[in-house]
């Protein structure tokens, strides 16, 4: 009896003793699980369209004579020549002074009411943004999306593409898409301007991606002119960003967008202007060559 009774009580101290211990290991584990999957999440207040925003237009242009485009040598795909006989290089397309494929946005500033831009949460377009290969080059060259909006890869060629961005504050990825197979669809949690898109089946074919949070952005049209639409009343820093050596070339300048109205913001790339730009792109150096001889 004496027997039974100290063992049952070893019995309780050890099935006490284990509770504890598995509660205390369960305890110690909740707190580390939280912070870093929401690293990427939106933080601030969520912005809400007053209904007095304003946009800003300009033009992007380009001084002095534009290198003229090279024709690329596509035979490593005879597919490629067969669909785009005039393939041909797109790092400065420039049409009556005015460049293309310029990326502006609004880098930073700060709302009428004090409020920060960049402090703003912004919901992401519930559309996707469409990159296709078509032809053997991207289509669009360069294009904006928002953080956490559906970025849609396309393939409309008879052959395979491989669709390699390199990120630098996004995760790189890499993938195949052969002729016919279903769209291959992405997204950037964070912001990045721009992240540089490349083909490992095609070593000329390239474009960009300006990510933001926010969506005042736009991508230089054909025309030479852009417009940025909705945005709030404030004083914010515009920034053009045009491809060209390691990491593009960057302009910026002020504006004040007034309540309900319009501002202008002109930008001119080429000229002298351009002799910052820095070397080559490591993607595609020899196409770079002709651009840095002009000077
Ligand atoms: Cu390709």
């Known amino acids: 009896m004496i027997m039974f009774e100290k063992q049952t009580k070893v019995w309780l101290v ?8 598995a509660l205390g290991s369960a305890c110690s584990k909740t707190p580390t699980e939280g912070p870093s999957e929401n690293a990427g999440a939106p933080t601030g207040k969520m ?32 597919v490629c020549g067969q669909r785009n006989p005039n393939l041909s290089t797109e790092d400065t397309v420039v049409n009556n002074g005015k460049l293309a494929n310029a990326f502006v946005y609004i880098k930073e500033g700060t709302l009428a009411d004090g409020t920060k831009i960049t402090e703003l949460s912004f919901k992401a377009p519930s559309e996707p943004v469409v990159l296709d290969q078509n032809g053997c080059h991207y289509r669009p060259h360069v294009l904006g999306i928002q953080t956490n909006q559906q970025l849609k890869v ?7 593409h491989n669709i390699h961005p390199t990120p630098k504050n996004n995760p790189e990825w890499n993938q195949t898409q052969p002729n016919g197979a ?4 992405k997204t950037f949690a964070r912001a990045e301007v721009l992240i540089p898109v490349k083909c490992n089946q095609h070593p000329w074919m390239k474009s960009y991606i300006g ?8 991508v230089r049209g054909e025309d030479g002119s852009f417009t940025i639409k909705g945005v709030p009343p404030g004083t914010y820093t515009v920034a053009a960003w045009h491809e060209g050596g390691a990491t593009g070339t960057e302009k910026t300048m002020q504006v004040t967008v007034p309540a309900s109205g319009s501002v202008k913001a002109d930008f001119a790339f080429g000229g002298a202007t351009t002799a910052s730009a820095g070397k080559g792109l490591e993607m595609m150096p020899a196409l770079e060559l002709p651009m840095l001889s002009r000077h």
């Open 182 to 185: 279903p769209p291959i669809e």
């Open 154 to 160: 396309t393939n409309s060629d008879p052959t395979q």
């Open 211 to 218: 990510v933001l949070k926010h969506p005042f952005f736009a």
């Open 14 to 21: 050890l099935t006490i003793v284990l509770s504890l211990l």
């Open 47 to 78: 912005f809400a369209p007053k209904g007095n925003e304003g946009t800003v237009t300009g033009v992007i242009a380009y001084n002095g004579t534009a290198p003229a485009p090279k024709k690329i040598d596509s035979s490593a795909d005879p």
